[in-house]
Structure formats: C-alpha cells, structure tokens
C-alpha cells in the first residue's frame, strides 16, 4: 500500500487559479446587461443606454409587436503592444435589452441617436394620449 501526501489546500488553490483566470480573460461568450434609464416626459417616452466602447454599427433597435429591443455585441480588442491584463472587470460580447411600450406610444415615429457612448432612443406620445387643457365656461 503506497502512501500519498494530503493537501487540504490544493481545492482552494485550483479554486483560486480558475477564479483569477475568469476575470483576467475576457469572456466573450458570456452575455451582458447595459445600464438602461427609462423616463416619460410630457410628449415622449425616453430611454437611454450606457454602450462605452459599443460601435455604433453593432448596435441594433427595433420594435415588434409593442416590444422596443435594444441588441447589439461589445468586442474586446487586444492589440499585439499589450501585455497581461492585471484584470477586466467590464463585459464584453453581446447584449440583448426588451422593453414593454405602452400603446400610448407612436412606435412608427421612434427616433435613435448615439453620442459619447450613450444610445438614446426616443418614442412620442399618440396625440390622442397626449394632456389637453380644456376651457372651463362660467355660466352665469
């Protein structure tokens, strides 16, 4: 009968190796959720996202059935001049956002701009929805 060494610690440290791999590697595959204001105002419905670093071409908006979805992929890109990263803790690969819209919203007249790593997309309120002040007649 041969005898082996016993290591309790060998579970930790192979624990530790796996972990400190997982952030100091980008995880392409692995999916993620950007940061998505969603405020009303008086006339429209806004929505606004935080795409650092997102090309403007991979991002894609769109609305189907009352659904408003906001899809796109953040690509990690590693030059030949960079050395091991300490860490990354910012996800990379693709994203997928879906938002409900009430039918109060002209989702024919949606509008989208990105400016500095902000998407923000706009949808207007169906005049029918929109506050109307009606005049009140004093009868005397």
Same mark, same amino acid.
């Given at each position: 009968?041969?005898? &082996?060494?016993?290591?309790?610690?060998?579970?930790?440290?192979? !624990? +530790?190796?796996?972990?400190?791999?997982?952030?100091?590697?980008?995880?392409?595959?692995?999916?993620? &959720?950007?940061?998505?204001?969603?405020?009303?105002?008086?006339?429209?419905?806004?929505?606004?996202?935080?795409?650092?670093?997102?090309?403007?071409?991979?991002?894609?908006?769109?609305?189907?059935?009352?659904?408003?979805?906001?899809?796109?992929?953040?690509? !990690?890109?590693?030059? +030949?001049?960079?050395?091991?990263?300490?860490?990354?803790?910012?996800?990379?690969?693709?994203?997928?956002?879906? !938002?409900?819209? /009430? @039918?109060?919203?002209? $989702?024919?007249?949606?509008?989208?701009?990105?400016? @500095?790593?902000?998407? $923000?997309? $706009?949808? /207007?309120?169906?005049?029918?929805?929109?506050?109307?002040?009606?005049?009140? +007649?004093?009868?005397?």
């Amino acid at each position: 009968m041969s005898l &082996s060494h016993f290591d309790p610690l060998a579970n930790l440290r192979m !624990f +530790e190796d796996a972990f400190s791999r997982f952030l100091s590697e980008p995880q392409s595959n692995r999916p993620w &959720s950007p940061a998505v204001d969603v405020y009303e105002t008086e006339n429209e419905l806004v929505l606004k996202a935080d795409l650092p670093d997102v090309d403007q071409k991979e991002i894609d908006v769109r609305v189907e059935n009352q659904t408003l979805t906001i899809a796109g992929v953040r690509n !990690f890109e590693r030059t +030949e001049n960079q050395k091991g990263f300490h860490r990354i803790e910012r996800n990379y690969g693709k994203f997928v956002r879906s !938002f409900a819209v /009430p @039918n109060t919203f002209d $989702t024919e007249k949606i509008a989208a701009g990105y400016q @500095n790593g902000v998407l $923000t997309v $706009t949808l /207007p309120k169906k005049e029918a929805a929109k506050p109307r002040q009606i005049k009140i +007649e004093v009868k005397s």
